[in-house]
């Protein structure tokens, strides 16, 4: 089942932060985050495991609550380049490999 | 992270044709997925193809419609078969490499 992602779109001015969501009605193993810019392959950004962890990359962090199947991907001090459409991707099982993705956040960044 | 040449990078299809994309990867994975991305839209798994078995379809796709190859460990194709406007929309081809997927540049495709 699709994991639902919130909001559906965000506009920010430059170095204002965001945050987006996704949750699930499944137990996850996993929650990876991509971001795609239009006309563009979706790129990776970070992976989080079931355990609680929260992780960075550069001034894009994420957290994942196992217990409530939720992911939150945070950006802090956005940057122009940050502008695209981000989607989670969710995957059930460890080893499984393939992911069901959210329907996406439009995030736009205006200087 | 792997590389993905996919090619074509888009055409335009006649209604009833079908038309083979093809994606070759820089190293040999176990998994290759292909995606389908209608206009503004999410990715939907079409299939997972694996090196020496039949892909695994999801639910709403069919073999006789997606037909899929895996000869190595390289490569892969997917065929949108008898094609119809409903078919049009950008296919795309991802492996994983650890926890890291890449995907390839895309085929946009239109059926008229």
Known sequence: QQPVQSPQAVILREGEDAVINCSSSKALYSVHWYRQKHGEAPIFLMILLKGGEQKGHDKISASFNEKKQQSSLYLTASQLSYSGTYFCGTELIQGAQKLVFGQGTRLTINP | ?112
């Not at chain 2, 083979?20 to 798994?45: A, E, H, K, N």
């Not at chain 2, 006789?64 to 049009?88: A, G, H, Q, W």
């Open chain 2, 1 to 112: 992270s792997a590389v993905i040449s996919q090619k074509p990078s888009r055409d335009i299809c006649q209604r009833g044709t079908s038309l083979t994309i093809q994606c070759q990867v820089d190293s040999q994975v176990t998994m290759m997925f292909w995606y389908r991305q209608q206009p503004g839209q999410s990715l939907t798994l079409i299939a997972t193809a694996n090196q020496g078995s039949e892909a695994t379809y999801e639910s709403g796709f069919v073999i006789d419609k997606f037909p899929i190859s895996r000869p190595n460990l390289t490569f892969s194709t997917l065929t949108v078969s008898n094609m119809s406007p409903e078919d049009s929309s950008i296919y795309l081809c991802s492996v994983r490499e650890g926890n890291r997927g890449t995907f390839g540049s895309g085929t946009r495709l239109t059926v008229v």
